[in-house]
Nanobody
């Protein structure tokens, strides 16, 4: 069974940066997609960034509107990790960030309903 462990969350002031990392274990297969979702209390989970891990389109990235231009997702297949570099953070980026894993090659890469493997989450807090 695949397990995801996130790290790198914390508190930062607006304008600062954080780097999140997720390590996958428990599978010998390379997933089709890995990525990051965000949730704040009272709101639905929001797709932040996803990267294609395997196949002819490996390396293709997908970003939520709030992440475009500020966040960068990257993947190391050899280490089975995915990182999220977050720059120019704002208080609106505050939330619990979850790593996700998916083995099918369907569309809707930023739809949380398409992912059945989730990490435990890491908290990001951005103060003004």
């Amino acid at each position: 069974q695949v397990q995801l462990v996130e790290s790198g969350g914390g508190s930062v002031q607006a304008g600062g940066s954080l780097r999140l990392s997720c390590a996958a274990s428990g599978s010998t297969y390379i997933p089709s997609y890995m990525g990051w979702f965000r949730q704040v209390p009272g709101k639905e989970r929001e797709g932040v960034a996803v990267i294609t891990c395997n196949g002819a389109l490996a390396g293709t990235t997908f970003y939520g509107d709030s992440a475009k231009g500020r966040f960068t997702i990257s993947r190391d297949n050899a280490k089975n990790t995915v990182d999220l570099q977050m720059n120019d953070l704002t208080p609106d980026d505050t939330g619990m960030y979850y790593c996700v894993y998916r083995i099918d090659y369907g569309l809707a890469q930023l739809d949380p309903r398409r992912y059945n493997v989730w990490g435990q989450g890491t908290q990001v807090t951005v103060s003004s």
